[in-house]
T-cell receptor, first 116, second 115 residues
């Protein structure tokens, strides 16, 4: 079935370090791919998305490229800040629901802690 | 602030009881989605409503039901509660019911604890 696998955390980095959070997926059809971020005590917020192969999503210094050949959508940021500390979720739009952005399949989440 | 309002923020109840979680979508959004976030299962899609009608069903138990009212707010009803139902329940809304140009906006969730 359709699924998302992302690297387990927690991930602890120093400020200004390079960040990579790996995400791979299994899906029939052509899903859209997303990264959501959840700050403590809050709901999820869309960070970035890509709707087709080779698309690059980017926002707030984060970016991820939809790689169909490796079924991956790794999240990267060149220089993290303390304010980036949060839980990051990779997700895909379930092709069984016509690719609607609402019917998402999420990974387990990766907790990122950035130390000053 | 996403514009999605969920009440209550916290709910503590006993096994066998029934509770109702409420969600007001962002102004102008017609679709409401319910998700369950638990430690063991992660985030799971439960159900979607669009303009008052059920649009899609995910991993929702038969003990759970939902509805969307004419003013577009939604309620998730959980009955015969079990310890394993303890989780964070999120509501999300979007403008349309499908397609790739309608991102989700999440509320801050209702934390349900079943004792």
């Amino acid at each position: 079935g359709n699924s998302v696998t992302q690297m387990e955390g927690p991930v602890t980095l120093s400020e200004e370090a390079f960040l990579t959070i790996n995400c791979t997926y299994t899906a029939t059809g052509y899903p859209s791919l997303f990264w959501y971020v959840q700050y403590p005590g809050e709901g999820l917020q869309l960070l970035l998305k890509a709707t087709k192969a080779d698309d690059k999503g980017s926002n707030k210094g984060f970016e991820a490229t939809y790689r169909k050949e490796t079924t991956s959508f790794h999240l990267e940021k060149g220089s993290v800040q303390v304010s980036d500390s949060a839980v990051y979720f990779c997700a895909l739009s379930d092709p069984d629901y016509g690719g609607s952005q609402g019917n998402l399949i999420f990974g387990k989440g990766t907790k990122l802690s950035v130390k000053p | 602030d996403s514009g999605v309002t969920q009440t209550p923020k916290h709910l503590i109840t006993a096994t066998g009881q029934r509770v109702t979680l409420r969600c007001s979508p962002r102004s102008g959004d017609l679709s409401v989605y319910w998700y369950q976030q638990s430690l063991d299962q992660g985030l799971q899609f439960l159900i979607q409503y669009y303009n008052g009608e059920e649009r899609a069903k995910g991993n929702i138990l038969e003990r759970f039901s939902a509805q969307q009212f004419p003013d577009l707010h939604s309620e998730l009803n959980l009955s015969s509660l079990e310890l394993g139902d303890s989780a964070l329940y999120f509501c999300a809304s979007s403008v349309s019911g499908q397609g790739n140009n309608s991102p989700l906006h999440f509320g801050n969730g209702t934390r349900l604890t079943v004792t």
